[in-house]
C-alpha cells in the first residue's frame, strides 16, 4: 500500500505561482509512473501533468508552457511547480501514483487532494 500526501496549495491571485508537492511512502518510489490530476466543482477529473520513472514528461494542452511536473527520487516526491496561473486552474489537485508491476497488474495509488484558488 502506498500513501501519497500532498502540500502547497492555497489561494493565489492571477499570475501568481503555487508549487505542489506530493510525499509518497515506501521505498520503491522512482518506479511509479506519478501524475498531478484535477477536479473542478461539477467537473471530471483530468490529467494535468505526469512523469514516467525515466523522467519523461507529458502536460495537458491547457497548462504547457506554465505548468513544470518534477520528481526526485531520493526524497519519494513528485513536485507540480505552476506558474502564470488563471481562475480556470481553480481545482482539488491530486496525487497519483501508478505502480505496474511485470505481471501487468496495474495497483493505482491517489492522494487526499489539496485546494488550489486562483483568485483577485
Known amino acids: 500500500q502506498v500513501q501519497l500526501v500532498e502540500s502547497g496549495g492555497g489561494l493565489v ?48 494542452d491547457s497548462v504547457k508552457g506554465r505548468f513544470t511536473i518534477s520528481r526526485d527520487n531520493a526524497k519519494n516526491t513528485v513536485y507540480l511547480q505552476m506558474s502564470s496561473l488563471k481562475p480556470e486552474d481553480t481545482a482539488v489537485y491530486y496525487c497519483n501514483a501508478d505502480d ?19 483568485s483577485s
Open 13 to 60: 491571485q492571477p499570475g501568481g505561482s503555487l508549487r505542489l508537492s506530493c510525499a509518497a511512502s515506501g521505498s520503491i518510489f522512482s518506479r511509479y509512473f506519478m501524475g498531478w490530476y484535477r477536479q473542478a466543482p461539477g467537473k471530471q477529473r483530468e490529467l494535468v501533468a505526469s512523469i514516467s520513472s525515466g523522467g519523461v514528461t507529458n502536460y495537458a
Open 100 to 118: 505496474l508491476l511485470s505481471d501487468k497488474t496495474l495497483y493505482r495509488y491517489w492522494g487526499q487532494g489539496t485546494q488550489v484558488t486562483v
